[in-house]
């Protein structure tokens, strides 16, 4: 890609971001992102139709990262997964504690969360001897909401915890009620 668009969409990300400490998502506009930036509104629906679409290509592109990182692991453990991406938000913080943050996409959590759902599904089948599809289906979200919840708490505490300790309170959590299924 030719590096003046690369720069214009950094620019972009960029501003959107720093919007985003004091605005929320739904409040920016596509003439104050661009003014801000500097950049034509010509130039950013080039690239873009509307601010929503910005934070969904940024997504897609977080997202897109992380599901390399998370092919690489071997087993189909959730904390597994959940480390890799506490460690990722971790050390992507300024991006993902915007984006995450009450300004930001109260989706893209979740969305980033359910990347491993069949993995973690197809796991916990041959494990969870107890459980059925539809048992697996509410722990799975069971987990998720808290696994929200906790992510939600560390990125508001500024990260005040070792992303590994983060990662082993949620695994905890997890692995004490799973065990009444095993």
Same mark, same amino acid.
């Given at each position: 890609?030719?590096?003046?668009? #690369?720069?214009?969409?950094?620019?972009? @990300?960029?501003?959107?971001?720093? #919007?985003?400490?004091?605005?929320?998502?739904?409040?920016? @506009?596509?003439?104050?992102?661009?003014?801000?930036?500097?950049?034509?509104? @010509?130039?950013?629906?080039?690239?873009?139709? /509307?601010?929503?679409?910005?934070?969904?290509?940024? =997504?897609?592109?977080?997202?897109? /990262?992380? =599901?390399?990182?998370?092919?690489?692991?071997?087993?189909?453990?959730?904390?597994?997964?959940? %480390?890799?991406?506490?460690?990722?938000?971790? /050390?992507?913080?300024?991006?993902?504690?915007?984006? #995450?943050?009450?300004?930001?996409?109260?989706?893209?959590?979740?969305?980033?969360? $359910?990347?491993?759902?069949?993995?973690?599904?197809?796991?916990?089948?041959?494990? #969870?001897?107890?459980?059925?599809? =539809?048992?697996? /289906?509410?722990?799975?979200?069971?987990?998720?909401?808290?696994?929200? $919840?906790?992510?939600?708490?560390?990125?508001?505490?500024?990260?005040?915890? =070792?992303?590994?300790?983060?990662?082993?309170?949620?695994?905890?959590?997890?692995?004490?009620?799973? %065990?009444?299924?095993?």
């Amino acid at each position: 890609m030719d590096k003046r668009i #690369l720069n214009t969409k950094k620019k972009l @990300t960029n501003t959107l971001l720093e #919007l985003l400490k004091t605005k929320k998502i739904k409040d920016i @506009t596509v003439l104050e992102l661009c003014k801000k930036a500097n950049i034509n509104r @010509t130039t950013f629906y080039k690239y873009y139709k /509307d601010v929503d679409d910005l934070v969904l290509k940024i =997504e897609e592109s977080l997202i897109s /990262d992380l =599901e390399k990182y998370i092919s690489d692991i071997k087993r189909n453990y959730l904390i597994s997964y959940t %480390s890799k991406i506490i460690e990722t938000i971790n /050390d992507h913080r300024d991006i993902y504690s915007r984006l #995450l943050s009450e300004n930001g996409d109260h989706t893209f959590l979740r969305k980033i969360l $359910g990347l491993v759902y069949e993995e973690s599904i197809n796991e916990w089948q041959k494990l #969870l001897k107890k459980a059925s599809r =539809e048992d697996l /289906d509410k722990i799975y979200k069971f987990i998720v909401d808290g696994t929200i $919840g906790i992510v939600e708490k560390w990125i508001k505490d500024n990260f005040d915890e =070792e992303p590994n300790t983060v990662s082993v309170f949620i695994n905890k959590i997890c692995m004490s009620g799973l %065990s009444s299924f095993i």
